[in-house]
């Protein structure tokens, strides 16, 4: 090969190389995306312990109802990231998974289930660009006055006011409650 060929050529497959998707491990919204899902963690889990001592589960409830979404909305990166929660039994029907979703959360229930321990988390690339990250809601002891079998009569009460169709009940400790998932446009 002559050194102009040559040099085109690595210029060619360089060119290439770049343009092919990087892995998971690579993609800089991986890290960006657990960034984000453990902050909406420790913001929610934050005003939730606040809310219990001070006024107990019902009012726990109404942060859950009126200051996760927007603590999620402040997360989300400009148009660049959408970050939310979403499970298998949802309690807010705006929360429902979409099929991809759904999908990841049965398989990270079969995981808890399989006695996995640890972040359980997915993270993919689409062939258009866009990537999606979760990871899963283990319940908490704390989680059982809102979500557990055995409910407090105010509990139930709130619940059936705001939420008429909630699915959300009747977990156990250790149990998959649900998910964290980031969903990042094209870039």
């Not at 993270?123 to 990537?131: E, I, K, M, Q, V």
Request: aromatic share 4%.
């Amino acid at each position: 090969m002559h050194a102009a060929t040559h040099t085109t050529f690595a210029g060619i497959c360089l060119g290439l190389l770049a343009s092919l998707p990087t892995s998971a491990a690579e993609d800089p919204r991986l890290a960006a995306s657990r960034e984000l899902a453990a902050t909406l963690q420790s913001e929610l889990g934050s005003r939730l312990k606040q809310a219990m001592t001070a006024g107990g589960p019902v009012q726990a409830i109404d942060v859950c109802r009126m200051e996760a979404p927007a603590m999620a909305a402040r997360l989300n990166l400009g148009a660049s990231a959408r970050v939310g929660r979403t499970a298998l039994r949802v309690r807010n029907p705006a929360n429902a998974p979409d099929a991809g979703a759904r999908t990841v959360l049965e398989g990270f229930a079969h995981r808890l289930a399989a006695g996995e321990t640890g972040p359980i988390e997915e993270f993919r690339t689409l062939p258009d660009g866009s990537a999606r990250y979760m990871q899963a809601i283990v319940t908490q002891p704390m989680c059982l006055a809102c979500h557990g079998p055995a409910l407090a009569e105010p509990v139930r009460q709130a619940l059936a006011k705001h939420y008429p169709a909630d699915e959300a009940t009747g977990f156990r400790v250790g149990e998959m409650r649900g998910a964290f998932i980031v969903d990042w446009k094209a870039d």
